[in-house]
């Protein structure tokens, strides 16, 4: 035989030689759940490991992940029944908890990324991404709301905000009204192919912010659909998006890669919760073996074309590198 492909897998060295994807801690985002008051620490029943932190709990983990060279963070806020209304107006208000520690931890790492999270659903009474207007989500209504949030976001200190909402023609409305406020400078990372998934669970629980009535399959892509991303991935992109994300990360693998081959844009993948539940079920059952599971989870999601991975693994990837 003239080809034999086992000559370049004969030792590790020649292996790492020849490796085709690489994956660093760098191109990762760790996610943190936020609550308001102090020495908050309450871990997620669904999703062991992760939990809902206070200010100063959540200074103390930005702190072990920045030693060990994670840097980027995407925020989510757990509010409380009594702020939230129709139009979540707390969202955009200036006594917001979320938005006031982002600017704290900001300030103390100015070095960090901090992504937000654009969408009605933690501060509606509804629990939706968009305004409900006799039972039905009213797309051109959100926009204004959306737009105002962002402001302020921005004016937090966040560096990278992220519509989630899948509202149709919302990051043009967000780009404009960033460049109006003075902000050109943030960025937005488009939840771009956003589907309407079964594995958003443990999320929802830390968030308790499942839908009051209904579902959200009137916004969110039907998870039949693949050719429908490249419509949504053209639009964010023609409406001032400088990232595209695909969420869910692995059942969506095609879906990644297909976006990854249409566009110029970096390609960012969520590694939702549900996925993340699965796997950490299995290997404390025995079934899977954690240290080789995780890592190999990750390359996958990376090799099908994601430049960046959001993860409740990130964490765990970093201390292993470490």
Known sequence: ?????????????????????????????????????????????????????????????????????????????????????KEATYGSHAENFYLKIASEIKAAFPET??????????????????????????????????????VAQAQAGFDILGPSDMMDGRV????????????????????????????????????????????KKTYQMNPANKREALIEAALDSAEGADYLMVKPALNYLDVIHLIKENTNLPVAAYHVSGECAMLMAACKNGWLNYDYAMPETLLCIKRAGADIIISYFAKDFADMLA
């Open 1 to 85: 035989m003239n080809i034999r492909p086992r000559r370049n897998r004969k030792s590790e060295a020649i292996r790492n030689l020849v490796q085709e994807t690489h994956l660093s801690v760098e191109q990762l985002v760790y996610p943190l759940f936020l609550v308001d008051g102090k020495n908050i620490r309450a871990e997620v029943p669904s999703l062991p490991g992760n939990y809902r932190l206070s200010i100063d709990e959540a200074m103390r983990t930005i702190g072990q992940c920045v030693s060990k060279n994670l840097m980027n963070f995407i925020l989510f806020p757990s509010v409380h029944e009594k702020l939230k209304d």
């Open 113 to 150: 990324t901090l992504i937000s999270d654009v969408a009605m659903d933690p501060y509606s009474s509804d629990g939706h991404d968009g305004l409900v207007i006799d039972g039905k989500i009213d797309n051109d209504k959100t926009l204004p709301i959306l737009g105002k949030m962002a």
């Open 172 to 215: 043009g409305v967000i780009r404009m009204a960033l460049d109006k406020a003075g902000f050109s400078n943030t960025s937005i990372m488009s939840y771009t192919a956003k589907y309407a998934s079964a594995f958003y669970g443990p999320f929802r629980d830390a968030l308790e912010s499942a839908p009051k009535a209904g579902d």
